[in-house]
Each structure stands twice: as C-alpha cells, then as structure tokens.
Nanobody, 123 residues
Framework: VQLQASGGGSVATGGSLRLTCAVG????????MGWFRQAPGKEREFVAA????????YYADSVKGRFTISRDNAKNTVYLQMNSLKPEDTAVYYC?????????????????WGQGTQVTVSS
C-alpha cells in the first residue's frame, strides 16, 4: 500500500495549511488513518486519527481545536486541515494507515507510512 503525503510548506504564525495523503488502490482495505509528526531531535508523535468511515476522530491535546482530520473514501484521500499554526507545530508530518483495529496513538500500531512532508511555522 502506497501513501503519498503532500501540502507542507512554510507559513507564519497563525497561518493555515492543508495536508493531503493520497493512498493507493488498497485504500478500502485499510482501517484507521493517522497523521504523526516528528520535529528535529524528537520522537515521532501522534497528531490525529480517523476511523475507516470517518465517524470517529482523535486528536493530540496540542492540536485539538486547531487541526481537523477528514477522509474522502471515494478519492482514496485523507486530509489534515491545520489552522492557527504555531512555531511548535514545525515538523515533518507523516500519514499512516492501519490494516486492523489497533491502539491508534502508537507508531508501532500502524502498518503503512508515507514519506513525510515538511511544515515550517515561523514566529
């Protein structure tokens, strides 16, 4: 299964970006989709996740109220809308997918990963 993340860039504090994760033909065999991020010198951390039908969403406390995850199963795509960006949001953002139902907050519970897209927020 191939995941292709895009949409990163450089914005000023308070700006917005929308990340896109395009998934290959096996999208409908996947369960939860998630976004993680990794800042320089830090471990990869959970950002958001969405259930297979979009009915449930989950967010890290640090992004709750600012980020929105969504999915369009007809387009094999998952989105992360990021508003009110802060310098501490600067990181490489990765999309990930689970085949089955697993604990969604841990990187090791995801089976497939995209290549990452850089988000830089300047103060």
């Amino acid at each position: 299964v191939q995941l292709q993340a895009s949409g990163g860039g450089s914005v000023a504090t308070g700006g917005s970006l929308r990340l896109t994760c395009a998934v290959g033909a096996s999208f409908h065999s996947l369960n939860t989709m998630g976004w993680f991020r990794q800042a320089p010198g830090k471990e990869r951390e959970f950002v958001a996740a969405i259930s297979w039908n979009g009915g449930s969403t989950y967010y890290a406390d640090s992004v709750k109220g600012r980020f929105t995850i969504s999915r369009d199963n007809a387009k094999n795509t998952v989105y992360l809308q990021m508003n009110s960006l802060k310098p501490e949001d600067t990181a490489v953002y990765y999309c990930a997918a689970q085949r089955g139902g697993s604990y969604i907050y841990l990187t090791e519970e995801y089976d497939y990963w995209g290549q990452g897209t850089q988000v830089t927020v300047s103060s």
